[in-house]
């Protein structure tokens, strides 16, 4: 069951690149759970596998310390939809369902700065531990969903 859990219903063991599998897959469930039952429902389920994978990931993780295997994508899926709750809650605010391009500007960023690691991402990846498995990708989430924010204001301001 753990690993069914970290690898998010076996999509971390889909190669090339897993945490690109698992984002997206999380880009997708985490957009049709917005646009058909709504923001509150992607609101908890971010917080509902924040803290699943903190568990599953800690579980898995104990007796391997340093250990980040590639299949664990979990962290990915809590990341992704962590990036997605900005560009959702303005949307949100609107009485609106999230629009393109905004999932896929998120998805993107994600993508960016959970490979490239800046600043804080790459301080929390490197702990070595498993809470640094998780905070990596969920500071990810907040650069890229921050960063969508930045971006939709500066297209607003420029096209609109």
Do not use: C
């Not at 999509?11 to 090339?16: A, F």
């Not at 985490?30 to 800690?58: D, H, K, M, Q």
């Not at 979990?74 to 391009?101: H, R």
């Not at 070595?128 to 998780?134: E, I, K, L």
């Amino acid at each position: 069951m753990i690993r069914f859990i970290n690898t998010f219903g076996f999509v971390g063991l889909m190669r090339p690149a897993p945490g690109t599998w698992g984002s997206l897959a999380a880009l997708l469930i985490g957009w049709g759970l917005e646009r058909y039952v709504g923001f509150p429902a992607l609101l908890i389920a971010t917080l509902a596998v924040t803290a699943l994978g903190f568990w599953s990931i800690n579980v898995a993780l104990k007796d391997r310390p340093g250990e980040d295997p590639s299949e664990i994508v979990i962290d990915e899926v809590a990341g992704q939809w962590l990036a997605m709750l900005f560009p959702a809650v303005a949307f949100f605010s609107k009485d609106l369902a999230m629009a393109w391009p905004a999932p896929i500007t998120a998805f993107v960023l994600f993508r960016l700065f959970d490979i490239t690691k800046p600043w804080l991402v790459g301080r929390a990846d490197a702990r070595h531990d498993p809470a640094g498995v998780m905070l990596d990708d969920l500071w990810a989430g907040v650069f890229a969903g921050v960063s969508t924010l930045v971006l939709g204001i500066i297209y607003h301001i420029i096209f609109l």
